[in-house]
């Protein structure tokens, strides 16, 4: 019929177009796009956050003094460091995840505006609710492991890397210009936040129970101190 002839000449046409191996081609390019956007957390490094400098014995006596007893009485170990930002973020920490649990590089960071407001009695609590997770047989080595997975998972998808400030700089600026056409880069994001999401929330769900332990017991540090 002619219809079937209209079909058949319309397969040939395309055919003829498209090569055969064109399919096998787009699924090796998508494919190669979706691992190059999830090796993406891997290899590029996070973005710049506030700067700390540490501080020694000699320039703030006192404070180290502070942070000594605080430690003595609860038992905890002494942080190989205290440092100071211009924050309000406060928090004790391994550096470099599980490389400073095994070296016991233990940091205590601790925000300028907040610790100009609080008394001694105030700021020695504080520093008793970040050390006490870190005392003997608490748990610490594990929960620096499930620390630094769900931390992990919670940058790859809520925290823009160095390549995604970049690529927002250059596609904002006023006018018409070359970083326009880097638009499109803006979806590299959106591959590692959906596959990403899912062990996010699991791992998060699943250590819910032992994080909510340790704070409780880290509060209660706290009270007693204070």
């Avoid at 919670?154 to 690529?167: A, L």
């Amino acid at each position: 019929t002619p219809k079937t002839v209209l079909s058949g000449t319309l397969i040939a046409a395309t055919s003829s177009v498209i090569p055969d191996g064109l399919p096998l081609y787009a699924t090796l390019a998508v494919g190669t796009l979706v691992l190059l956007c999830l090796l993406k957390p891997l290899v590029v490094p996070r973005r710049r956050s506030v700067r700390n400098y540490p501080v020694d014995k000699t320039e703030e006596p006192l404070l180290h003094e502070l942070v000594d007893r605080v430690c003595e009485n609860l038992g905890a170990p002494r942080p190989k460091s205290v440092r100071l930002e211009c924050s309000t973020h406060y928090g004790a920490a391994y550096r470099r995840g599980m490389l400073g649990y095994l070296t016991g590089d233990l940091a205590l960071t601790l925000g300028l505006p907040l610790a100009g407001c609080l008394s001694v009695e105030q700021l020695a609590a504080l520093i008793a609710g970040e050390v006490a997770p870190y005392r003997r047989r608490c748990g610490s080595g594990l929960m620096t492991l499930i620390g630094s997975i769900n931390g992990w998972l919670w940058r790859s998808v809520y925290e823009p890397d160095r390549f995604d400030e970049w690529v927002n700089r250059a596609t904002s600026r006023p006018g018409m210009h070359l970083g326009k056409l880097l638009f499109p880069l803006k979806a590299v994001r959106i591959v590692p936040q959906i596959v990403l999401f899912i062990p996010m929330f699991i791992g998060n769900t699943v250590a819910a129970g032992l994080v909510k332990r340790t704070q409780f017991d880290a509060d209660r540090c706290q009270a007693r101190l204070a």
